[in-house]
């Protein structure tokens, strides 16, 4: 068998976490393969509405195995909080839960270090989630990081305290000083005595004996293309690779293992924390959507910049993730909006391209209007009630980018989901 990939094509926050909840009854075993914390994938279905960070998507599905995957990193203080929250909620978290040996661990001080690096840079800062992804990863790239397996060691404590006066050296030097720092020295510790009582596993192991014995596996990805560490917008991006190859690396998949590739696009876009964001709207169009569209931050609360699709962007991403089927969520946003503006190129020295320009900063798009439609789609329950002019929205982003859109989600629960 072939592991499919469920990714975001955009800035993150496409509805990642809704369309895996939706298609884990397919699968035998969910893997989270990169980021962290950073990320918040919401669910909705029966009255429960959570968002999980760390925790992969397909948690509250029955038969499911969820796998937080060796390129994760993970911080034990929020995931001992989604595990508490979804045991509250009664699932049996322990019985479906595995982490990886060689997920890296966030340390107390990697987010302080975070919160350090970002007001050294001042107005060039990133618009971090804070949540220590950079420096976490930085650490496991200059080889000192320390991983989930290693706290079984017998000098785990050593290490610890050596990696953590190296922190404590750069914050000096950075003049910053985080006065909880020991409070959350405390809560990371007993968070990490929480944790072993779940499974850690070789999970690039697990998922190649499953896939040899027939089972199904889905790729969780999280934040987005355009957030990627090589591809994005650097260096407003996340410290991961976010793209199709993140999963081969992040979870031990060889590169013909990649089965299905599912893209996850809204039909706008939505950017949170700094850097560029061409097709950005300001004025009225750009609140209308954050209010319509609920844009706000699931884990950090802040307002999501919006603006129109980007199909010099979505092109990009298609190609570097080898994107096999497309998804397209928040349609029902658009409702009432009496065009909808598309970027189709951008405008250079040269002319016209539809190639994603090197510096986004300066990069003027093309938009096309289209018209819009009226309907309220949230109670649709079939493709064919769609309005006419979503189809014909629809069938002019597939042929522009050249895959097809399998799925169109039309409101956050689970049932809001059509299929064509
Ligand atoms: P993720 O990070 O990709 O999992 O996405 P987030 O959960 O951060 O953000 C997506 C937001 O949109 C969440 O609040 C979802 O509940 C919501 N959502 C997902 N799909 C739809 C949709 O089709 N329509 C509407 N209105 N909301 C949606
Ligand atoms: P999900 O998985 C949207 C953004 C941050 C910031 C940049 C770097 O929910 O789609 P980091 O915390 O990684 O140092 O932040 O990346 N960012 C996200 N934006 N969705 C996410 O995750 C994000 N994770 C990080 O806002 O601009
Ligand atoms: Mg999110």
């Given at each position: 068998m072939k592991a499919d990939v469920l990714l975001g094509l955009q800035w993150g926050d496409e509805g990642k976490g809704k369309i895996v909840d939706v298609i884990t009854p397919e699968y035998d075993i969910i893997a989270r393969f990169q980021g962290g914390p950073n990320a918040g994938h919401s669910l909705a279905f029966e009255n429960t509405k959570i968002v999980l960070n760390t925790i992969p998507s397909g948690i509250f599905r029955e038969n499911a195995q969820n796998i937080i995957g060796n390129g994760v990193v993970i911080d034990p203080i929020t995931l001992q909080k989604e595990i508490t929250k979804l045991l509250e909620l009664g699932v049996p978290v322990a019985d479906r839960l595995y982490i990886s040996r060689k997920a890296h661990l966030i340390m107390p001080t990697h987010p302080v270090l975070d919160a350090a690096y970002e007001r050294a840079k001042g107005d060039n800062k990133i618009g971090s989630t804070l949540r220590g992804i950079g420096p976490t990863y930085a650490d496991k790239i200059g080889r000192s990081g320390m991983r989930v397996g290693d706290l079984m060691s017998a000098n785990f404590k050593d290490t610890y305290k050596q990696i953590k006066e190296k922190h404590l050296q750069t914050l000096r030097l950075l003049n910053y000083d985080d006065p909880e720092l020991e409070l959350k020295e405390a809560r990371w510790f007993e968070a990490v005595a929480f944790l072993s009582a779940y499974k850690t596993v070789d999970s690039e192991l697990m998922i190649n004996q499953a896939l040899k014995a027939g089972k199904k596996v889905l790729a969780e990805g999280a934040q987005g293309t355009l957030l990627?560490?090589?591809?994005?917008?650097y260096p407003f991006?996340?410290?991961?690779?976010?793209?199709?190859a993140g999963a081969c690396t992040g979870l031990g998949l060889a590169p013909q293992r990649i089965g299905e590739v599912y893209g996850i696009f809204k039909a706008y876009c939505t950017r949170v924390g700094s850097g560029p964001f061409p097709t950005e709207l300001h004025g009225e169009a750009g609140e209308e959507l954050r209010k319509l569209g609920h844009e706000f931050g699931a884990t950090t609360g802040r307002p999501r910049r919006c603006g129109w699709i980007d199909l010099p962007a979505l092109k990009y991403a298609i190609m570097l993730n080898g994107a096999t089927a497309l998804i397209m969520t928040k349609s029902d946003v658009l409702s009432g909006f009496s065009e909808i503006g598309v970027c189709t190129h951008y405008e250079t020295a040269e002319g016209l391209t539809d190639i994603l320009p090197f510096d986004l900063a300066d990069a003027k798009p093309l938009i096309k209007m289209l018209p819009g439609w009226k309907q309220d789609l949230t109670g649709m329950s079939s493709a064919d009630q769609l309005p006419a002019e979503l189809k014909d929205y629809i069938a002019f982003l597939e042929a522009q980018l050249e895959v097809p859109i399998k799925v169109v989600s039309v409101g956050p629960d689970r049932s809001q989901t059509l299929f064509r």
């Open positions: 990627d560490i090589d591809f994005g917008s991006v996340t410290s991961s690779n976010t793209i199709t």
